[in-house]
């Protein structure tokens, strides 16, 4: 499994940005995908997470104003963000599991296996 994101960039705060996450290797179904951050001098955080039938979950911080969504026919993970905040400041990483996908999504680091490498995003106040 491949994960490659882009789509990060510098925005002030209350503008949107789309992330994407190219990926290569996963299978048609059963599988977990997700969006986690990490701050400068903070924990890698999930922030979107889906299972492969569509459910999603998120991180309270970021509800109403991100979606998760994943094009099967592309085969890439998106993170639409909205209204962004300076707090949402930080290193976005797309992330997947391929073992526990009969569990519902989940927000937790551990739960997943392969990670891309990151893009930055950075919002002005």
């Known amino acids: 499994v491949q994960l490659v994101e882009s789509g990060g ?5 209350g503008g949107s940005l789309r992330l994407s996450c190219a990926t290569s290797g996963l299978p048609a179904s059963r599988y977990r995908m997700g969006w986690f951050r990490q ?3 903070a924990e890698r955080e999930g922030v979107a ?6 459910n ?3 991180a309270d911080s970021v ?3 991100f979606t998760i969504s994943l094009d099967k026919t592309k085969n890439i993970l998106y993170l639409e963000m909205d ?3 300076p707090e949402d400041t ?3 990483y797309c992330a997947a599991d391929l073992q526990r996908w009969f569990l519902p999504p989940s927000l937790a680091r551990a739960d997943f296996s392969y ?7 950075t919002v002005s106040p």
Not at 9 to 13: E, K, L, R
Not at 49 to 54: N, S
């Open 9 to 13: 960039g510098s925005v002030q705060s």
């Open 39 to 41: 701050g400068l001098d």
């Open 49 to 54: 997470t889906m299972r492969f039938d569509g």
């Open 56 to 58: 999603t979950r998120y």
């Open 63 to 65: 509800k109403g104003r």
């Open 83 to 85: 209204s962004l905040q």
């Open 90 to 92: 930080a290193m976005y």
């Open 115 to 121: 990670w891309g490498q990151g893009t930055q995003v």
